[in-house]
């Protein structure tokens, strides 16, 4: 080999692989490389436009803050979600994707799109969450099949779902809100909630069904919709 190669190990800003953060450029193609290239992925102040899936899988991605870093979905196609750690889509297999992590930043979702999860968490374990606020989707945060979760200071705003926490191996896909399809064995356990705050949810705030062990510190929920806010299904 004949030239230089470049050491770096600390996080990659996805402004150096294209991506604009003007509100008006498509940016998804530029984070998703930076996330590919490497494990700790920074994006800086400004609106990134995202017309597809987010997938963190394993990898960590922060940004500068709420209201200051805002992914912002503009979905059109089919798309299921606009971030997700874990396993990429609904896999049938163990929890076996270790770590992963979204932090400091806000999800919008634009004008007349289609309406998605916000963050996904599927099939891993030790992931993490923290001061991330989603606003306006689907379902606000879709926890599944997942162990050792830390979750801290998340809210949710005017979402049709808050937060779902969901086992499912046991639900089909009618009982399931938004009726997202799936069959997988694990459950969701042994994951620490913190500062959770959600208002104006269409539906329910917080539903956990069929749910292993899980700790809930602190919960604001405000002006819930048709169904009650907090809702615990065996």
Not at 5 to 30: C, M
Not at 123 to 128: C, M, T
Not at 205 to 217: D, H, P, Q, R, S
Request: with cysteine; hydrophobic share 35%; net charge negative.
């Amino acid at each position: 080999f004949n030239g230089w190669i470049r050491q770096y190990s600390g996080a990659v800003n996805v402004k150096w692989f294209g991506a604009k953060g003007d509100g008006v450029t498509d940016d998804t193609e530029a984070i998703q490389n930076a996330i590919a290239v490497s494990s700790l992925v920074y994006v800086p102040t400004g609106t990134f436009i995202v017309t597809k899936s987010l997938h963190i899988g394993n990898k960590s991605l922060y940004g500068d803050g709420i209201e200051k870093t805002i992914i912002m979905s503009d979905f059109k196609d089919s798309q299921y979600t606009v971030m997700s750690i874990g396993k990429l889509g609904w896999q049938s297999m163990p929890d076996t994707i270790f770590g992963g992590s979204i932090s400091d930043l806000e999800i919008k979702r634009k004008d007349n799109t289609n309406y998605v999860i916000g963050i996904l968490v599927t099939g891993s374990r030790n992931a993490s969450l923290q001061n991330v606020k989603v606003q306006n989707h689907k379902i606000g945060y879709y926890i599944e099949n997942t162990s050792e979760l830390s979750a801290i200071q998340l809210s949710d705003i005017a979402s049709n779902w808050g937060f779902v926490l969901d086992n499912r191996g046991v639900r089909t896909d009618s009982e399931r809100p938004g009726g997202f399809g799936g069959n997988t064995d694990n459950d969701v356990s042994s994951c620490n909630f913190s500062m959770l705050t959600t208002y104006y949810a269409q539906h329910t705030g917080f539903l956990a069904m069929n749910c292993g062990t899980i700790n809930v510190e602190s919960m604001t929920i405000g002006a819930f919709g048709e169904y009650p806010p907090v809702s615990v299904a065996p």
